[in-house]
């Protein structure tokens, strides 16, 4: 399953799936966490990624589905490269977290599940992620931002632009803008995305 | 398990232990509600209604997970109770559209009953309801996401059930739904199923949706009339202006030996039964060569006196006679006994879906040795050899299927290629294309060419077995494999066989004796112990099929009558051997046979008539009257009605009436027709003799059940719409002559198609097609 | 990285090794790590359970059962594989601590699993992360990468033969975004890559549970906790508790206190001080409103009901729980039909759908208290809502319409004023944010 041709997942994701499948007593026990990890390589999960974790894992597509709907960390439709997620359950919102999400909103341009029209950004709110004593926090993909005001998104937002190569007048056109393939396959901006998901520790 | 005794609302209940309580209280008479709770299938616990308090434990508890154990205490209704089965209620209201007066479950929805039960009827809900389109997922099925209260029973009793696992819950939380495996479609067996199961209006059927009320139907349960299984099927009828139609068929009556079951053929295929193809008037061959409709009598009367010269000048061996494999025993037996005493020929046979007479040989003098279709719901190791269930025995297969999940049944298969029922299966033996007859030698281990021989043992070790095998098995092989089950120690008693054959009566006609050298029961007509009755019977065996066509084409054929059969397409006869033969045909369309007729007679299907039919395992059930059209007569009274047109004394045909008794014999007239046939099912229901008309089909049955060795019926049972055993292998003769095995030819009908009458059903047209494109598309992918 | 704290009354014991580097293996060694395992592995099954039994140790995850029970419910002889499972799902709001262990002191979680799995003869273990915390995954991925290079994980660990010694082996595994896969055979289930429906009890994961062999399920906490347990013995770490609540207890503080964060102190500690002494007092000088003390699912208390001891019994008293012991500090500017409305929006986003009264109570609630905090409700909405939340109560499928229905009646009990204050229209008295997003 591994060989290249078959695949639609880098070579080391695919590798890694043929080690997950193979750790657990039954192998569907790779199922959440294979689905997961094909999002962030692939940015979602399309019909092609539901099709080959099924194949990988021995089970019909309903069944996937059914699990996969059931997550929801697990998405069907594109966001953005950084896809920010702002907690506002009780500990975020009693110290702020709405204000925060009221600015990313401004600052983007988008509301709930929206995506920036340059593909960089997507916006959600989202339940408690396990931040509440250093709140209100959010998630950037895997990364956590605690103890935030308002006053820190433009800077958080900067930092990912940057780190994303747009300089700050937002000039260059990058290959991200052209956002995910419909079909799903790899495209060099998502990969550098997984890679540069390394959280810090 | 060892009996407990557990106190429910203060009667003392004594069950096995372990016996979940809902089913307990069932049993006694209890009824605890429940939407989730579907006996058979897995727990879910989900819907909640079915709580009830326990004495000593602090929260309601679900009676369809609890089991009960020795001294336990419940309380199956108060008012806390109550309380708590009208809240959920209520909540699932609160979503809930409230349509009932345009939901096709109206009138019979549980949820509606609930509601009416529990009071639930006020609204607290303020909210907007979520409105969303209804699907259609396939011809058959339509899907009513806001009517689902999500009792996840469609889902198991696909995928439990069926073994399809088509359907699934996506998303969570109040988003859940139940969704199809093709995304917006259901690619499945199209079996409708889940809509038996759904106790709301959220899955409905494609055939009866929006088509009437529930209360204004009459709900008639009878026999299918597809395959060789014969459901119980419950036709829904409504009146119309010619007649009564039918709009609907399921499985409401779970009383039958199908229980749950119902396949697509049997829910969706009633629909022939409107066909604007359908004969309502006969029809005569004109001087011009065309056929053009004519009055019964005229038909009639033409028809008689063409037979009676034909049989006067040129003898009775000159008349073929062809029966069907839909139509009943008594009209099957009637058949036979018209061309053999009044016809005086015995060149009768009909088109043999499996050598019935084989068997009836290879068991001769043995009793007991033939396996219901029940006894394979129960028996704890069956052998199927050949065939595929799943797609031409569907309730077979389900049956097994049930066996094994929840008795946990030992199925072995033997075949020549995969079938999906191995999936169940603890061991499957592949067979090389030519394998079937090495079986018997290779079971009694006398052959090597089949090398598996822990397959060989694992059968041999079972106690007990049911071998179910079909069409592969013809003759002398049929022989062997029987001798190999009759002779297998060390308790013999522990083979019974089960022979597969098609469609819905073919069994009956073999058994009733629409074999040219056989009289009902397999008696031979060389020695006709007490058909000695017959008035001429002919002492020497007629033509075979193949030899009336054969004697047709050289102008030896002076007539022949074909009655429900369309040999003409399904054997491939080339239409000019008839150019010269006097053609009668009965049946419900014109058919490929019936368009060469010179007379032809409307006939009645099997749903609007009354009779019994045998099912391929020698179930006999019996057959009501439900729908009706106008025109159309049953072929009993056709056949009658021929006799008395040809000068016959009916009542040496149907013993009918007490002597000195004459009936009217206009009683069945017009719309009117099948009013003796209910006249009659009444009568014997109620014990009541004599038979008062000659239409009568039961007069007959008391025949049968005289004459027929095997044919002694459980009668209360059978009119109490139960099947009933009957037992070939009580045949008592030795010495029969084997039939040809190149007569025998299989239907290989799928879950879609029946022979010639389900080319007239558009439902099950738009399924085949529907499935064809399905194939065509996965194939695609 | 989230900020550490502390404070002269902690005990530190769970959090001993926090901020010392200790998820670095070496570092965990020099901290005296591993040697709980060692010494349980000498001792043998039926004295760790004694010693889990004596050391009043008790559920960290919510429910409180006492630690050493549930593992002696285990069968000795089992025909299938027995399975230790330590539940990271941490997902109840107001709770944070297991993101502490998991980021500081991985090794404690593996100890006690390898603990654990030695006393109920369990030769594999698995550790569930929540999907979110995917960069703690890989801090535990690594730990235990290292704990397999030093011999504590594999075929004859610590030293004992390879072919005959003992083995016990660890799996760690990534949840993806659901709370009710916190409740322990939902856990099991999504372990087994299935949607996280709950399973019909009996029978109990103790004797039927992952893969259908025997399993225990215990909270990252209390399986961090266990080779201290060990380590300074059962009767010293029940000591430093309370009255059958044994030892200390990782406190995760949030909302309008000053010094939020997440506290190590005895089982029992005053909740009253914890509030204004260890997490500084409600912020700005606020007066206090309301506190949570338990995690989002526990009925909140009045200030007046907060001078009791932060142990499991003494909570229930109270007629709300310890749970997760997230206490969640609520000031006089706050809308309690606002906060109410936001706890249960949760509920109805992860009501796992199984069983009527939860998935159709929590949905119902969350949109009758959008209108009502909205200014369209009516008097009748108030007994509505407590109407549907008694309806919920102890009628559900799993715990989880229990955590949804209690604090739901608490809010409307103890609030019921301010329910009052927002009907006819009248705009929400503390209108920060009417319009709250629905999601
Ligand atoms: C809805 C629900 C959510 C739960 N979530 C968690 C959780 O996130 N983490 C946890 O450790 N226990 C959670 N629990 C409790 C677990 O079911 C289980 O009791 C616990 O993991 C057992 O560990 P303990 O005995 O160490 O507390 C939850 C329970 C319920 C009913
Ligand atoms: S569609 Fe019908 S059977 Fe299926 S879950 Fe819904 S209510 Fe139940
Ligand atoms: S029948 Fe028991 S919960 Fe549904």
Same mark, same amino acid.
């Given at each position: 399953m591994?060989?290249?041709?078959?695949?639609?997942?880098?070579?080391r994701?695919?590798?890694?799936?043929?080690?997950?499948i193979?750790?657990?007593?039954?192998?569907?026990s790779?199922?959440?966490?294979?689905?997961?990890?094909?999002?962030?390589?692939?940015?979602?999960?399309?019909?092609?990624?539901?099709?080959?974790?099924?194949?990988?894992i021995?089970?019909t597509?309903?069944?996937?589905?059914n699990?996969?709907t059931?997550?929801?960390?697990?998405?069907f439709?594109?966001?953005?490269?950084?896809?920010?997620?702002?907690?506002?359950?009780?500990?975020c919102?009693l110290?702020?977290?709405?204000?925060v999400?009221?600015r990313?909103?401004e600052?983007?341009?988008?509301?709930?599940?929206?995506?920036?029209?340059?593909?960089?950004f997507s916006?959600?709110e989202?339940?408690?992620i396990?931040?509440?004593?250093?709140?209100?926090?959010?998630q950037?993909?895997?990364?956590?931002?605690?103890?935030?005001?308002p006053?820190?998104?433009?800077?958080i937002?900067?930092?990912y632009?940057s780190?994303?190569?747009v300089?700050?007048?937002?000039?260059l056109s990058?290959?991200?803008?052209a956002?995910?393939?419909?079909?799903?396959?790899?495209?060099?901006?998502?990969?550098a995305?997984?890679?540069?998901n390394?959280?810090?520790? | 398990?060892?009996?407990?005794?557990?106190?429910?609302?203060?009667?003392?209940?004594?069950?096995?232990?372990g016996t979940?309580?809902i089913?307990a209280?069932?049993?006694?008479?209890?009824?605890?509600?429940?939407f989730?709770?579907y006996p058979?299938?897995?727990?879910q616990?989900?819907?909640?209604?079915?709580?009830?308090?326990?004495?000593?434990?602090?929260?309601?508890?679900?009676?369809?997970?609890?089991?009960?154990?020795?001294?336990q205490?419940?309380?199956?209704?108060?008012?806390?109770?109550?309380?708590?089965r009208?809240?959920?209620?209520?909540?699932?209201?609160?979503?809930?559209?409230?349509?009932?007066?345009?939901?096709?479950a109206?009138?019979?929805?549980?949820?509606?009953?609930?509601?009416?039960?529990?009071?639930?009827?006020?609204?607290?809900?303020?909210?907007?309801?979520?409105?969303r389109?209804?699907?259609q997922?396939?011809?058959?099925?339509?899907?009513?996401?806001?009517?689902?209260?999500?009792?996840?029973?469609?889902i198991?009793?696909?995928?439990?059930?069926?073994?399809?696992?088509?359907?699934?819950?996506?998303?969570?939380?109040v988003?859940?739904v139940?969704?199809?495996?093709g995304?917006?479609?259901?690619?499945?067996?199209q079996?409708?199923?889940?809509?038996?199961?759904?106790?709301?209006g959220?899955?409905?059927?494609?055939?009866?949706?929006?088509?009437?009320r529930?209360?204004?139907?009459?709900h008639v349960?009878?026999?299918?009339?597809?395959?060789?299984?014969?459901?119980?099927?419950?036709?829904?009828?409504r009146?119309?202006?010619?007649?009564?139609?039918?709009?609907?068929?399921?499985?409401?009556?779970?009383?039958?030996?199908?229980?749950?079951?119902l396949?697509?053929?049997?829910?969706?295929g009633?629909?022939?039964?409107?066909?604007?193809?359908r004969?309502?008037?006969p029809?005569?061959?004109?001087?011009?060569?065309?056929?053009?409709?004519?009055?019964?009598?005229h038909?009639?009367?033409?028809?008689?006196?063409?037979?009676?010269?034909?049989?006067?000048?040129?003898g009775?061996?000159?008349i073929?006679?062809i029966g069907?494999?839909?139509?009943?025993?008594e009209?099957?037996?009637?058949?036979q006994k018209?061309?053999?005493?009044v016809?005086?020929?015995?060149?009768?046979d009909?088109v043999?879906?499996?050598?019935y007479?084989?068997?009836?040989?290879?068991?001769?003098?043995?009793?007991?040795?033939?396996?219901?279709?029940?006894?394979?719901?129960?028996?704890?190791?069956?052998?199927?050899?050949?065939?595929?269930?799943?797609?031409?025995?569907p309730?077979?297969?389900?049956?097994?299927?049930t066996?094994v999940?929840?008795?946990?049944?030992r199925?072995y298969?033997?075949?020549?290629?995969?079938?999906?029922?191995?999936r169940?299966?603890?061991?499957?033996?592949r067979?090389?294309?030519?394998g079937?007859?090495?079986?018997?030698a290779?079971?009694?281990?006398?052959d090597d060419?089949?090398?598996d021989?822990?397959?060989?043992?694992?059968?041999?070790?079972?106690?007990?077995?049911?071998?179910?095998?079909?069409?592969?098995?013809?003759?002398?092989?049929?022989?062997?494999?029987v001798?190999?089950g009759?002779?297998?120690?060390?308790n013999?008693?522990s083979?019974?066989?089960?022979?597969?054959?098609?469609?819905?009566?073919?069994?009956?006609?073999?058994?009733?004796g629409?074999?040219?050298?056989l009289?009902p029961g397999?008696?031979p007509?060389?020695?006709?112990?007490a058909?000695?009755?017959?008035?001429?019977?002919?002492?020497?065996?007629?033509?075979t099929?193949?030899?009336?066509?054969?004697?047709?084409?050289?102008?030896?054929?002076g007539?022949?009558l074909?009655?429900?059969?369309?040999?003409?397409?399904?054997?491939?006869?080339?239409?000019a051997?008839?150019?010269?033969?006097?053609?009668?045909?009965?049946?419900?369309f014109?058919?490929?046979?019936?368009?060469?007729?010179?007379?032809?007679?409307?006939?009645?299907?099997?749903?609007?008539?009354?009779?019994?039919?045998?099912?391929?395992?020698?179930d006999?059930?019996?057959?009501?009257?439900?729908a009706?059209?106008?025109?159309v007569?049953?072929?009993?009274?056709? =056949?009658? #009605?021929?006799?008395g047109a040809? *000068?016959? $004394? &009916?009542? +040496?045909?149907?013993p /009918?009436?007490k002597?000195?008794?004459t009936a009217?014999?206009?009683?069945?007239?017009?719309?009117?027709?099948?009013?003796?046939?209910?006249?009659?099912?009444?009568l014997?229901?109620?014990?009541?003799?004599p038979?008062?008309s000659?239409f009568?089909?039961?007069?007959?049955?008391?025949?049968?059940?005289r004459?027929?060795p095997?044919?002694? =019926?459980? #009668?209360?049972n059978?009119f109490? *719409?139960n $099947? &009933?055993? +009957?037992?070939?292998? /009580?045949?008592?003769?030795?010495?029969?002559?084997?039939?040809?095995?190149?007569?025998v030819?299989?239907a290989?009908d799928?879950?879609?198609?029946?022979?010639?009458?389900g080319?007239?059903?558009p439902?099950?047209?738009?399924?085949?097609?529907?499935?064809?494109?399905?194939?065509?598309?996965s194939?695609a992918? | 990285?989230?900020?550490?704290?502390?404070?002269?009354?902690?005990?530190?014991?769970?959090s001993?090794?926090?901020?010392?580097?200790?998820?670095?293996?070496?570092?965990?060694?020099?901290?005296g790590?591993?040697?709980?395992?060692?010494k349980?592995?000498e001792?043998?099954?039926d004295?760790?359970i004694n010693?889990?039994?004596?050391?009043?140790?008790?559920?960290?995850?919510?429910?409180?059962?006492?630690?050493?029970?549930?593992?002696?419910?285990?069968?000795?002889?089992?025909?299938?594989?027995?399975?230790?499972?330590v539940?990271?799902?941490?997902?109840?709001?107001?709770t944070?601590?297991?993101?502490?262990i998991?980021?500081?002191d991985?090794?404690?979680?593996?100890?006690?699993?390898?603990?654990a799995?030695?006393?109920?003869?369990?030769k594999?273990?698995?550790?569930?992360l929540?999907?979110?915390?995917?960069?703690l995954?890989?801090?535990?991925?690594?730990?235990?990468?290292?704990?397999?290079?030093?011999?504590?994980?594999?075929?004859?660990?610590f030293?004992?033969?390879p072919?005959?010694?003992t083995e016990?082996?660890?799996?760690?595994?990534?949840?993806?975004?659901?709370y009710?896969v916190?409740?322990?055979?939902?856990?099991?289930e999504?372990?087994?890559?299935?949607?996280?429906?709950?399973r019909?009890?009996?029978?109990?994961?103790?004797?039927?549970?992952?893969?259908?062999?025997?399993?225990?399920?215990?909270?990252?906490?209390?399986?961090?906790?266990?080779?201290?347990?060990?380590?300074?013995g059962?009767?010293?770490?029940?000591a430093?508790?309370?009255?059958?609540?044994g030892?200390?207890?990782?406190?995760?503080?949030?909302?309008?206190?000053?010094r939020?964060?997440?506290?190590?102190?005895?089982?029992?500690?005053?909740?009253?001080?914890?509030?204004?002494?260890?997490a500084?007092?409600?912020?700005?000088?606020?007066?206090?409103?309301?506190?949570?003390?338990g995690?989002?699912?526990?009925?909140?208390?009045?200030?007046?009901?907060?001078d009791i001891?932060m142990?499991?019994?003494?909570?229930?008293?109270t007629?709300?729980?310890?749970?997760?012991a997230?206490?969640?500090?609520?000031?006089?500017?706050?809308c309690?039909?606002?906060?109410?409305?936001?706890?249960?929006?949760?509920?109805?986003h992860?009501?796992?759908?199984?069983?009527?009264?939860?998935?159709?109570?929590?949905?119902?609630?969350?949109?009758?208290?959008t209108r009502f905090?909205?200014?369209?409700?009516?008097?009748?909405?108030?007994?509505?809502?407590?109407?549907?939340?008694?309806?919920?109560?102890?009628?559900?499928?799993?715990p989880?319409?229990?955590?949804?229905?209690?604090?739901?009646?608490?809010f409307?009990?103890?609030?019921?004023k301010?329910?009052?204050?927002?009907?006819?229209r009248?705009?929400?008295?503390?209108?920060?944010?009417?319009?709250?997003?629905?999601?």
């Amino acid at each position: 399953m591994s060989d290249e041709t078959m695949t639609l997942f880098s070579p080391r994701l695919a590798a890694r799936f043929d080690a997950l499948i193979l750790k657990y007593p039954l192998r569907r026990s790779a199922l959440v966490p294979m689905l997961l990890y094909a999002q962030d390589e692939v940015g979602y999960l399309s019909d092609a990624v539901i099709s080959e974790v099924a194949e990988r894992i021995g089970i019909t597509e309903l069944e996937v589905r059914n699990v996969a709907t059931y997550y929801s960390m697990l998405r069907f439709k594109p966001a953005g490269k950084y896809n920010v997620q702002v907690c506002t359950n009780i500990s975020c919102m009693l110290r702020g977290a709405y204000e925060v999400y009221e600015r990313f909103q401004e600052e983007l341009g988008i509301a709930h599940k929206g995506i920036t029209a340059d593909g960089l950004f997507s916006l959600e709110e989202v339940e408690c992620i396990g931040a509440c004593c250093w709140a209100p926090a959010i998630q950037v993909n895997y990364e956590f931002h605690d103890e935030l005001t308002p006053e820190h998104v433009p800077g958080i937002l900067a930092g990912y632009r940057s780190k994303a190569g747009v300089p700050s007048d937002g000039s260059l056109s990058l290959g991200w803008k052209a956002g995910v393939p419909s079909d799903g396959s790899l495209s060099l901006g998502w990969k550098a995305q997984a890679e540069g998901n390394a959280p810090h520790a | 398990m060892a009996d407990v005794t557990f106190i429910v609302d203060g009667k003392k209940l004594t069950a096995p232990a372990g016996t979940l309580l809902i089913d307990a209280c069932r049993k006694a008479g209890i009824e605890i509600p429940a939407f989730c709770y579907y006996p058979g299938l897995s727990l879910q616990a989900a819907c909640r209604m079915c709580v009830v308090r326990q004495e000593k434990v602090p929260k309601l508890q679900t009676a369809c997970t609890t089991t009960v154990a020795e001294g336990q205490v419940f309380i199956t209704e108060s008012p806390e109770i109550a309380q708590a089965r009208k809240s959920t209620i209520e909540l699932l209201l609160g979503n809930h559209p409230l349509d009932c007066p345009v939901c096709d479950a109206g009138g019979e929805c549980e949820l509606q009953d609930m509601t009416f039960k529990y009071g639930a009827g006020e609204s607290l809900y303020a909210e907007a309801k979520e409105h969303r389109e209804e699907q259609q997922w396939s011809p058959a099925v339509y899907f009513d996401r806001p009517r689902c209260i999500l009792c996840y029973r469609c889902i198991r009793m696909c995928g439990e059930g069926m073994d399809v696992w088509a359907l699934g819950v996506q998303n969570r939380g109040v988003s859940s739904v139940i969704a199809p495996n093709g995304g917006d479609q259901l690619d499945c067996e199209q079996c409708g199923m889940c809509i038996d199961v759904c106790p709301v209006g959220a899955l409905t059927s494609g055939s009866y949706r929006y088509k009437t009320r529930p209360w204004e139907m009459n709900h008639v349960s009878t026999v299918c009339t597809f395959c060789a299984d014969g459901c119980k099927v419950t036709l829904g009828v409504r009146q119309v202006n010619d007649g009564s139609e039918i709009v609907r068929a399921d499985n409401r009556d779970k009383s039958g030996i199908n229980g749950d079951f119902l396949c697509a053929k049997g829910r969706f295929g009633f629909d022939f039964v409107e066909s604007p193809e359908r004969l309502t008037k006969p029809l005569v061959r004109n001087s011009q060569g065309k056929l053009e409709p004519a009055t019964w009598e005229h038909a009639l009367r033409f028809a008689a006196s063409k037979l009676k010269e034909i049989r006067d000048s040129k003898g009775g061996a000159s008349i073929g006679v062809i029966g069907s494999n839909r139509t009943t025993n008594e009209e099957n037996y009637l058949l036979q006994k018209f061309a053999r005493t009044v016809l005086q020929t015995n060149s009768i046979d009909h088109v043999r879906s499996t050598d019935y007479a084989a068997l009836a040989r290879a068991l001769a003098g043995h009793n007991c040795k033939t396996a219901s279709l029940r006894d394979i719901a129960t028996a704890p190791a069956i052998l199927l050899i050949g065939g595929n269930p799943t797609e031409e025995h569907p309730l077979l297969a389900w049956n097994l299927r049930t066996n094994v999940r929840l008795n946990r049944a030992r199925l072995y298969i033997a075949n020549t290629k995969p079938i999906k029922l191995e999936r169940q299966a603890k061991a499957a033996l592949r067979l090389p294309a030519d394998g079937y007859q090495a079986i018997p030698a290779y079971l009694g281990g006398s052959d090597d060419t089949i090398k598996d021989t822990a397959f060989r043992e694992a059968v041999l070790a079972e106690e007990s077995l049911v071998v179910v095998f079909g069409q592969e098995y013809r003759g002398q092989a049929v022989e062997s494999l029987v001798a190999w089950g009759l002779k297998r120690g060390p308790n013999s008693g522990s083979v019974r066989f089960a022979f597969l054959g098609d469609h819905a009566n073919s069994r009956g006609a073999a058994d009733m004796g629409l074999l040219p050298d056989l009289l009902p029961g397999y008696v031979p007509v060389t020695a006709p112990g007490a058909f000695q009755e017959y008035p001429g019977l002919p002492a020497t065996p007629g033509k075979t099929l193949p030899e009336m066509f054969e004697a047709a084409g050289k102008g030896e054929l002076g007539a022949l009558l074909v009655v429900g059969a369309n040999p003409v397409a399904s054997l491939g006869v080339d239409p000019a051997a008839l150019k010269n033969t006097f053609v009668i045909v009965q049946d419900l369309f014109l058919t490929e046979t019936a368009a060469l007729a010179d007379v032809v007679f409307p006939a009645a299907s099997l749903y609007e008539k009354s009779g019994t039919v045998t099912n391929t395992y020698g179930d006999v059930q019996l057959a009501k009257k439900a729908a009706d059209r106008a025109g159309v007569k049953p072929d009993f009274e056709i =056949l009658v #009605r021929l006799a008395g047109a040809m *000068g016959v $004394d &009916v009542k +040496t045909l149907v013993p /009918f009436g007490k002597d000195g008794v004459t009936a009217d014999l206009g009683q069945s007239r017009g719309a009117q027709a099948g009013e003796a046939d209910r006249h009659a099912v009444w009568l014997a229901a109620n014990n009541l003799e004599p038979r008062l008309s000659p239409f009568d089909p039961l007069a007959v049955l008391d025949e049968i059940e005289r004459l027929v060795p095997g044919y002694t =019926l459980d #009668r209360i049972n059978l009119f109490g *719409g139960n $099947d &009933v055993r +009957t037992e070939p292998g /009580f045949v008592p003769i030795t010495a029969l002559k084997e039939a040809a095995s190149a007569l025998v030819a299989p239907a290989h009908d799928g879950l879609f198609t029946s022979g010639t009458l389900g080319r007239y059903s558009p439902a099950l047209k738009e399924l085949e097609q529907h499935q064809a494109r399905e194939l065509a598309e996965s194939a695609a992918d | 990285m989230p900020r550490l704290v502390s404070h002269p009354d902690e005990v530190k014991i769970v959090s001993r090794r926090f901020g010392l580097g200790a998820a670095k293996i070496d570092r965990y060694l020099e901290l005296g790590g591993y040697k709980a395992a060692k010494k349980c592995l000498e001792q043998g099954p039926d004295w760790i359970i004694n010693e889990m039994k004596a050391s009043n140790l008790r559920g960290r995850g919510g429910a409180g059962f006492p630690a050493g029970m549930k593992w002696s419910f285990v069968p000795k002889k089992s025909a299938k594989p027995k399975y230790v499972l330590v539940n990271g799902d941490e997902s109840e709001p107001g709770t944070c601590k297991d993101h502490l262990i998991f980021l500081h002191d991985p090794h404690a979680v593996i100890e006690g699993t390898i603990i654990a799995g030695l006393a109920i003869g369990a030769k594999v273990g698995f550790i569930y992360l929540r999907g979110e915390y995917r960069y703690l995954l890989e801090i535990m991925e690594k730990a235990v990468a290292g704990a397999y290079a030093k011999g504590f994980l594999g075929k004859g660990i610590f030293g004992t033969d390879p072919k005959t010694g003992t083995e016990f082996q660890i799996i760690t595994h990534t949840g993806a975004g659901a709370y009710e896969v916190g409740e322990e055979s939902a856990l099991m289930e999504s372990l087994e890559g299935k949607r996280g429906i709950p399973r019909i009890k009996p029978p109990f994961p103790a004797v039927v549970g992952l893969y259908g062999g025997p399993t225990v399920i215990n909270n990252a906490e209390t399986i961090a906790t266990v080779p201290h347990v060990i380590e300074m013995g059962a009767a010293a770490y029940a000591a430093a508790g309370s009255a059958r609540n044994g030892g200390t207890r990782l406190f995760s503080i949030s909302g309008h206190v000053e010094r939020p964060g997440v506290y190590e102190l005895p089982m029992g500690y005053n909740l009253k001080k914890m509030i204004y002494e260890v997490a500084g007092g409600v912020r700005g000088g606020r007066k206090l409103k309301a506190i949570v003390p338990g995690g989002s699912s526990t009925p909140v208390l009045l200030p007046e009901e907060i001078d009791i001891g932060m142990d499991f019994d003494q909570v229930a008293k109270t007629g709300s729980m310890l749970g997760s012991a997230g206490v969640v500090v609520i000031d006089d500017q706050t809308c309690m039909v606002e906060f109410a409305l936001r706890t249960i929006s949760f509920y109805q986003h992860e009501s796992c759908g199984w069983c009527i009264p939860c998935r159709e109570g929590t949905d119902w609630l969350k949109k009758s208290l959008t209108r009502f905090h909205a200014g369209f409700g009516t008097a009748k909405d108030i007994d509505n809502i407590q109407h549907i939340a008694e309806n919920m109560l102890g009628r559900t499928f799993c715990p989880f319409g229990d955590a949804a229905a209690m604090p739901t009646l608490a809010f409307v009990k103890k609030f019921r004023k301010e329910f009052e204050d927002h009907l006819n229209r009248k705009a929400c008295p503390f209108a920060k944010h009417v319009e709250l997003a629905v999601i």
